[in-house]
């Protein structure tokens, strides 16, 4: 069975501080995961995602996140938050043998403070 | 790549009517899929296509729901004597095929007076 945990559903940071948003995953077999970022009233993009290449992976607008077997982890970070990226990010978690069978976290609220 | 567009972008009625959306998915993507989301949710997974073909439902999916792809291309979503817990924004998304990134439209919000 898999799961996915966003540990806070809402984070505030100061523009040009460090982005750091919590994802633990749980699988029975080798996870391909992803990170999307919605903003208001709009679909889902995705920012970036792991299919067991390379543990840190990088994405769009400067985010990247890093795969952890031992603490199945994957955190998303950004070294600085930009006003733009105020919105909603989601930690998608997919079965390679079933890869259409993706889960959604509940989604981390990313505020940014002038 | 024009991208994954949905049609409408916001949809009001009366309990009790049906509704249909629908959802055009990038042009070379055999893959389409369908998701509902609520306030304050991640979406969840209603239901996907192969090509033409309906892979998989989800017990979300009531009998007041039914999904087609008659030509592998643009899908309708019906949903049949709606409810008030119906009202969700639904999101299409496509991709190339297994494995492969979805690509996801901006919605239809559905809201049930």
């Known amino acids: 069975a898999q799961s996915v945990t966003q540990l806070d559903s809402h984070v505030s940071v100061s523009e040009g501080t460090p982005v750091l948003l919590r994802c633990n995953y749980s699988s029975s077999y080798s996870p391909s995961l992803f990170w999307y970022v919605q903003h208001p009233n709009k679909g889902l993009q995705l920012l970036l995602k792991y299919t067991s290449a390379a543990t840190l992976v990088k994405g769009i607008n400067g985010f990247e996140a890093e795969f952890k077997k031992s603490e199945t982890s994957f955190h998303l970070t950004k070294p600085s938050a930009h006003m733009s990226d105020a919105a909603e990010y989601f930690c998608v978690v997919s079965d390679h043998r079933r890869d259409d069978k993706i889960i959604f976290g509940k989604g981390t609220r990313l505020h940014i403070l002038p | 790549d024009t991208g994954v567009s949905q049609d409408p972008r916001h949809k009001i009625t009366k309990r009790g009517q049906n509704v249909t959306f629908r959802c055009d998915p990038i042009?070379?993507?055999?893959?389409l899929y369908w998701y509902r989301q609520t306030l304050g949710q991640g979406p969840e997974f209603l239901t996907y296509f192969q090509n033409e073909a309906q892979l998989e439902k989800s017990r979300l999916l009531s009998d007041r729901f039914s999904a087609e792809r008659p030509k592998g291309s643009f899908s309708t979503l019906e949903i049949q004597r709606t409810e008030q817990g119906d009202s969700a924004m639904y999101l299409c998304?496509?991709?190339?095929?297994?494995?492969?990134?979805?690509?996801f439209g901006d919605g239809t919000r559905l809201s049930i007076l």
């Open positions: 042009s070379e993507h055999n893959r």
């Open positions: 998304a496509s991709s190339l095929g297994q494995n492969q990134p979805q690509h």
